[in-house]
């Protein structure tokens, strides 16, 4: 975990965790080298769960433990969650959260999720809303895909207990009230007030610890995936569970599964504003990454156009669902700029918002601009944005009278971990669900709450991918897994080096690789990073592990695969802008940036 704003935290006196050695070692080289007639879609009944094997819990020898399950969820978010409830279905499932269970960007979400369920909308309206915003560079069919089947995977969310804001239509009977922002031609955004992330996150958590066949193991950070090739194998490489921390005795945990599906949220964490909470440090792109897995279109950084400039609430999101209830982006003297960039004005992209207000911002030389919703009737604007009102009333801000000051952040991660429409890597048996997966739907600017539906989406389809391929109770062959070893590793005493690697990593990147780019700064930002990549692997080599530890070792290795990116994309598309190259290369089609380890 990163230090608190105020300085760093100060680390048990007695924190002693495992790491292993060369002897075990892979992931790195060697050293040497309800709610049913009323509502205008149909809400599904789930099926009976078929079987159950929740294997117990066996320690192999005294020094390290192994615990064997069916399925494996890195991540307790809406993909990681749902994932879970359906896997748990078919057999026994470990749900691995480095935190509490309700520690992820999914739960701060405030807007909603987007789909088609009104008759004034429709499917295809809702695919070219996405299209226009990715800049030409989703996955068509992946698009097409997802927004398809989400109707049925909004059913599903209203069947395990979530609560969308309802209202009464003309003619009598309740619809859901559905919200309009950025980028959408038509009011499609489902919410729970402006705590939908929330409503969401706790009704599946709810239902989840219900479920017999889950077992959630919390404040475990997943370190690697053991994969078939890590070891050595050249016939195939398939993966086979993972090392785990177990923060309340320090103790390395084998996890064994022939299924994993990584859930772990985005990378917000690289840049030193942003809107995620602390734990979104990039875990699931860095381990996938390391493991072999191809990852895509990193450089493509969502910047929410607004979190709220206040040194009481730092990292706190002002949702886009305000904007589209009327809200307008306007400067010091009360003047809305937006026109002069967009004519959709503030309702633009967020692309197109986030670097209109980074160029007033340096223009006029103030700290920030304003969102101002206070036109809008008072009764309107608490019963709406509740969460909001009450936060800013903390901090002297009266959203029905004031202008509430704003800047952009780091917000969103759009590449990821390169997958299918089944959430399938190049590595069998590793899927990889919401932000961390690369899918095709974003492409190169996401489509405001289109993130949620994704979740929901390529969960199911991860899990039956996954039983097809390799369904609950087909043997594979055995592999031998070593064990974990600390070797001669030892304490690490200077926890202030990693804090100050921390922070450093977090500052370059605001200042080389944020929302406008050149090749002078990006160079920079990777010739920095490429020391600080060394450093992190003599510490990793050199001491016991910590939490601290890894989220820097996750956090150089994202870092580095978003300058990465940028630099090999010689264009300014969607969210990537760069002065030395300010237009789309329109010579050849929109190309995706893979990059491999091996």
Known sequence: ??????????????????????QAAFGKPPRQAAVAAPLTIRVLALKPRLSLRRAPNVTDSPGMQSQRFDFIVVGSGAGGLSAA???ARHGSVAVVTKRGALDSNSNWAQGGIACVTSDEDSIEKHVQDTLIASAGLCNEAAVRTIITEGPARIAELVNWGVDFDQRESQDGHLEFDLTKEGGHSKRRVLHAADATGREISEKLLAAVRAEPAITVLENHFA????????????????????????????????????????????????????????????????????????VANMEFIQFHPTCLYHSARRSFLITEAMRGEGARLIDKHGNEFMPKYDPRGSLAPRD????????????????????DISHQPADFVISHFPTIHKNLLEV????????????????????????DLNGATRIRGLCAVGEVACTGLHGANRLASNSLLECVVLSHRAVHHLLRKLPVGRETTPVEVPAWQSGDAVDNDELVVIYHNWDEIRRLMWDYVSIVRTTKRLQRAAARLRNLKREVQEFY???RIT?????????VETASLIVECAIRRHESRGLHYTLDYPAPDDTRPPQDQVVRRY
């Open 1 to 22: 975990m990163e230090p608190a704003e105020g300085g760093p935290k100060a680390a048990p006196a007695n924190q002693k965790r495992g790491r292993r050695t060369q």
């Open 85 to 87: 409830l359906h896997a």
């Open 223 to 294: 370190i690697d995936l053991i994969t078939t090739a890590k070891l050595g194998f050249v016939s195939e490489d398939r993966v086979l569970g993972l090392y785990a921390l177990r923060e309340e005795d320090q103790t390395v945990l084998t996890l064994h599964a022939d299924r994993v599906i990584l859930a772990t949220g985005g990378c917000g964490r690289v840049y030193l504003y942003t809107t995620n909470p602390r734990v979104a440090t990039g875990d699931g792109v860095a381990m996938a990454w390391r493991a072999g897995a191809s």
């Open 352 to 371: 197109i918002v986030a670097r209109a207000i980074d160029h007033e911002i340096k223009r006029t030389g103030g700290p920030c601009v304003y969102l």
């Open 396 to 419: 002297g801000i009266d959203i029905t009278k004031d202008p509430i000051p704003v800047v952009p952040a780091a917000h969103y991660q759009c590449g990821g971990v390169v997958t």
């Open 541 to 543: 080599w050199n001491f």
């Open 547 to 555: 939490s601290e530890l890894l989220e820097l070792r996750n956090l």
